[in-house]
């Protein structure tokens, strides 16, 4: 076991469960090449321990995060595949530590050994959500992007470009849907990867109560309490895509279930309307 697990050894879970969601993104095949990223806010974990890191590469950031001063992030690497994150988080991940002042970081584990290792393209995006977490006092430390592809189809069509429309047609593939994502998921419109755009737009579709934003086009972007619970809402939304496509291929507009339906599910399962 690494000097770092031994001396921080709860890390050793989250590092274990990162690689897990790894594997099954890349199964799934929504990790094509190296698309995809996942940050977790691992601050928590690491207080009460005697952290033995082992480097200290300091990068500026673009903008400037104050609140998140202080923090340790476990973050994927820009143009690193979540299929090798799955076999070695060290070397396709890092832990860094934000300036108390919040205007740059320090790699302070992982990143292998090149000294190009940069954390995700998506980093000003997963920034904003963690800080945006910590001003809720959410306990929801984990945000997973990544391409899920049934998903991704239906922000082509003109009728799912609302989330209206979109949340109404997921809902009502499958009772699960409504009972996993209550809230519905949240759109953002078609924006640069890893733009500052992109990451307030996403911002604003969090505003809106949403905790699984589909960037159009793009890709899907979730938070949780941990990985698997950020996959799982991806999960369960993708099937519903799947269920509907494939019903769409088969010459059927299903009309899904009902209003009247879902409302039973609602009042049934106690969940936000
Ligand atoms: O990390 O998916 O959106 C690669 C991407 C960018
Ligand atoms: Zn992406």
Known sequence: MSELYLSCPPLADYVEEISEVAGYLWQKGWAECNGGNLSVDIS???????????????????????PLGG?????????????????????????????????GYTIVWGGGNSP???????????????????????????VLHTHPTE???????????????????????????KVIIPCGVGIVPYALPGSQKLAEG??????????????????????????????????????????????RAAGQHPSGISEVQLKELVKAFNLKE
């Open 202 to 247: 996403t911002i604003d579709a969090f505003n809106r109560g949403h905790s699984v934003i589909l960037w159009e086009m793009h890709g899907c972007l979730a938070t949780g309490k941990d990985a698997i619970e950020a996959f799982d809402q991806i999960d369960t939304l993708n099937k519903a895509a799947e269920i509907l496509l494939l019903c």
């Open 151 to 177: 998903l991704i189809a239906l922000t082509h069509f003109p009728e799912y470009k609302s989330e209206s429309a979109i949340n109404r047609a997921l809902w009502g593939m499958l009772p699960e849907v």
């Open 44 to 66: 928590h974990i690491l207080e009460g321990h005697e952290c033995r890191f082992e480097k200290e590469e300091h990068r500026g950031l673009d903008h400037t995060y104050s």
């Open 71 to 103: 923090h340790y992030f476990l973050v994927t690497g820009s143009g690193y595949r979540f299929r090798d994150l799955a076999r070695n988080v060290k070397d396709n991940a890092c832990i860094l530590r934000v300036d108390n002042d919040g205007s």
């Open 116 to 142: 190009n290792f940069r954390p995700t393209s998506e980093f000003a995006s997963h920034l904003s959500i963690h800080k945006l977490l910590l001003d809720r006092g959410s306990d929801e430390r984990v």
